[in-house]
């Protein structure tokens, strides 16, 4: 099928090359505009490349698009967490039933593949050009590179050109658009474990590893290399904080405190340290996402904070459910763009806002024994009844189920599991599956 429409798609990261692929299927001419230079041929200073979890969502999008297979080489499977004591106990959390998993996958050695499955797909990619103006009504689109300024008229324009979009200000100038933009207290600093003497992992490999202590986090996620990408989150200001951290000593000091087993593993700590910059964490709110023929998508839409794994898989399934849509509508790229915010945005909301519980529950409530007793509660009434009670985190991470939807149903299972706790019937499994479904359904009496 061929074609003659023109998408210009600004942001050659994970979004903006999947969507390019899926428009090439389809027979659209597709130019990408990246304001950094080619990653595949310049060296990335390490520091802002954090590993990222792919799992079914992300993993259906590249099926459909048919190149997952392509990008398997670059996951490591994680069949749950294993937590870190201070003294180096070790517990284990599954994400799921025996064989579901999610990967771990290094967003760099991704990105650098997507852009050469790209490539080949027939996307013109045009690094070095940094957007600095859009009008929608006239679907024209301004670049700053080298040599100057362009200006590209095309047929439609789409932004992914991530959380501090140029393509989302312009939306917001024409469209009067609703903006928030909330920053964590928190910062994150990538640091690493190599590979150990004898070139194996240095811990068990198929494992998200998390040093949970309460107010701040080190996690590590495995690398094909046999390395572990660490990430540690610690809040800005504060008695236990990166500005308290003034000293190489003081940083020694507060990793042989809290992350031995960690530090013991971390011969390049210090040199990282100091390297690597303190990132910030943002959730970022914005409606309308179109204008005329533009739209942004992804993190340029609705970024969010890491600590759910779901950012890729939410930004790749909105290429999926953006092109699902298209196809729905023979096209009509307006009544396309408003089909898919309006049907998208409560689903992004839903995500944004799970993610930021999820923060609390991965550096806190791991630990808490009513918490671990509730997973192995839900675990049976999965087993039992896998129809009637899936819980949040497979829904979320192994299903298609909307997040708004899955957001809902794990507030209807809280009610459930207060209640039952309260009233002391946690074993009886029936009567909670039973007080599920009548909350599902809205029903005025719940069943004794």
């Known amino acids: 099928m061929s074609r003659r429409e023109h998408v210009a798609i600004v942001g050659a990261g994970l979004v903006g090359s999947l969507l390019g692929v899926l428009l090439r299927k389809r027979g659209f001419e597709v130019s990408i505009f990246e304001k950094r230079g080619d990653l595949r041929d310049i060296q990335v200073k390490n520091g802002r490349s ?54 771990s996958v290094s967003r760099l050695n991704l990105n650098r593949k997507l ?38 008229e095309v047929d439609v ?38 590979p150990g003497s004898d070139g194996d992992f240095q811990f068990e490999p198929n494992y998200l590893h998390i040093w949970p202590r309460e107010q701040y986090m080190l996690i590590a996620l495995p690398n094909p290399d046999k390395s572990f990408t660490c990430t540690l989150f610690l809040p800005y200001e504060g008695e236990v904080s990166f500005e308290s951290l003034k000293s190489n000593q ?3 000091d507060f ?18 340290f100091n390297r690597n910059p303190v990132s910030s964490l943002v959730t970022i709110h914005s409606y309308p996402w179109h204008s005329h023929r533009t739209l942004v998508i992804g993190d340029a839409s609705h970024a969010i904070v890491p600590f759910y794994g779901q950012g890729m898989n939410a930004g790749f ?16 790229w307006e009544t396309v763009f408003k089909v898919f915010e309006q049907s998208r945005k409560p689903d992004a909301d839903a995500i944004a806002s799970l993610a930021l519980s999820n923060f609390i529950e991965m550096r806190e409530k791991v630990r808490d024994e009513g918490f671990l007793e509730r997973k192995k509660i839900e675990a049976l009434l ?16 192994f299903s298609h189920i909307p997040y708004s939807e899955a957001k ?27 007080e599920f479904n009548a909350l599902k359904k809205g029903a005025e009496t719940v069943p004794q």
């Open 50 to 103: 954090i590993n990222l979890a792919l799992s079914d969502r992300g993993i259906r999008a590249l099926r459909e698009s048919g190149i997952y297979e392509d990008l398997k080489t670059e996951l490591v499977p994680m069949n749950g967490r294993l937590m870190h004591s201070r003294g180096g106990e070790l517990t284990f959390q599954p994400y799921g039933k025996e064989g579901q998993h999610i990967n």
């Open 115 to 152: 852009i050469d499955i790209g490539e080949r797909a027939g996307i013109s990619y045009y690094f070095d050009h940094r957007c600095v103006d859009v009008n929608p009504r006239r679907t024209t689109v301004y670049f700053g590179y080298e040599g100057g300024e362009i200006k590209r």
């Open 157 to 194: 324009i789409i932004g992914a050109d991530g959380a501090f979009s140029e393509v989302r200000k312009c939306i917001l100038e024409e469209e009067k658009q609703n903006f928030t933009k909330e920053f964590l207290d928190y910062g994150y600093k990538e640091l690493s474990i190599p």
């Open 250 to 252: 003081d940083v020694l």
């Open 255 to 272: 990793f042989a405190k809290h992350f031995p087993d960690a530090q013991g593993r971390m011969p390049h700590l210090l040199e990282e």
């Open 317 to 332: 399934e909105d290429c999926r459910i953006l092109m699902e849509i298209a196809d729905a509508y023979a096209y009509d």
């Open 382 to 397: 999965h087993e039992q009844y896998p129809n009637d009670w899936i819980p949040l985190y497979t829904m979320v991470t």
């Open 408 to 434: 809902r149903l794990g507030q209807l299972q809280d009610q459930v599991f207060r209640k039952a706790r309260a009233e002391g019937y946690t074993d009886d499994l029936p009567r909670m599956v039973a």
